[in-house]
């Protein structure tokens, strides 16, 4: 089983600034299928990234995904207050992982 | 629009059985490979199982493989999930999402909102 380790565990921000959050595969990810999904609390995750760097339909162009191998990035350009939940990322080239996440939280 | 409605969910004895089902409109269903992902409280999401596109094919995590089976009803736009010899760590929200494409190799784009199940005597 592929295991994703997220850091950190929590981001504290405000409002206007970049948010870099890290996952890590214990091993190499083939062609790069890793996602990314934001949730807040009550909800289902919603899918943010895929293909480790392609933005989902109606995702803001403030959120981008990078990275190969075994570490991936995902950046937050400008938060905005709504972009303040917990973040997964997810590999689906091995059947099927999540990372236990990271909580963005307003500072 | 894409919608996905689960239900089923509720209270069940350990050792006990459960029948999930996901009610799937505004899309293809018969296009689409479906999984099913749970989570349990304060903690991240956990891959249960997937279908292909036309159920010939399913493959489950390590978890539950023997005791949960994952199935489809093209005919009636929806994914079932049977989970037998239930467990208290079985506790979880337990969501219905589809894959971005027909394939495996694919994230979830769209999630149900879920449905609680909780295994508690």
């Known amino acids: 089983e592929i295991v994703l380790t997220q850091s950190p565990g929590t981001l504290s921000l405000s409002p206007g600034e970049r948010a870099t959050l890290s996952c890590r595969a214990s091993?190499?990810?083939?062609?790069?299928?890793l996602a990314w999904y934001s949730q807040k609390p009550g909800q289902a995750p919603r899918l943010l990234i895929y293909?480790?760097?392609r933005r989902a339909t109606g995702i803001p162009d403030r959120f981008s995904g990078s990275g190969s191998g075994t570490d991936f990035t995902l950046s937050v350009s400008r938060l905005e207050p709504e972009d303040f939940a917990v973040y997964y990322c997810?590999?689906?080239?091995?059947?099927?992982?999540f990372g236990q996440g990271t909580k963005l939280e307003i500072k | 629009q894409v919608q996905l409605v689960e239900a089923g969910g509720g209270v069940v004895q350990p050792g006990g059985s459960l029948r999930l089902s996901c009610a799937a409109s505004?899309?293809?269903?018969?296009?689409?490979?479906m999984h099913w992902v749970r989570q349990a409280p304060g903690k991240g999401p956990e891959w249960m199982a997937v279908?292909?596109?036309?159920?010939?094919?399913?493959y489950y995590g390590e978890s539950v493989k023997g005791r949960f089976t994952i199935s489809r009803d093209n005919s009636k736009n929806r994914l079932y999930l049977q989970m037998n010899s239930l467990r208290a760590e079985d506790t979880a929200v337990y969501y219905c999402?589809?894959?971005?494409?027909?394939?495996?190799?694919?994230?979830?784009?769209?999630w149900g909102q879920g449905t609680l199940v909780t295994v508690s005597s």
């Open positions: 279908i292909s596109f036309d159920g010939s094919n399913e």
């Open positions: 293909g480790a760097s």
């Open positions: 505004g899309f293809t269903f018969s296009g689409y490979a």
């Open positions: 091993q190499s990810l083939s062609s790069n299928y």
């Open positions: 999402a589809r894959s971005l494409n027909s394939g495996y190799y694919s994230p979830h784009d769209y």
């Open positions: 997810h590999q689906y080239g091995t059947l099927y992982t």
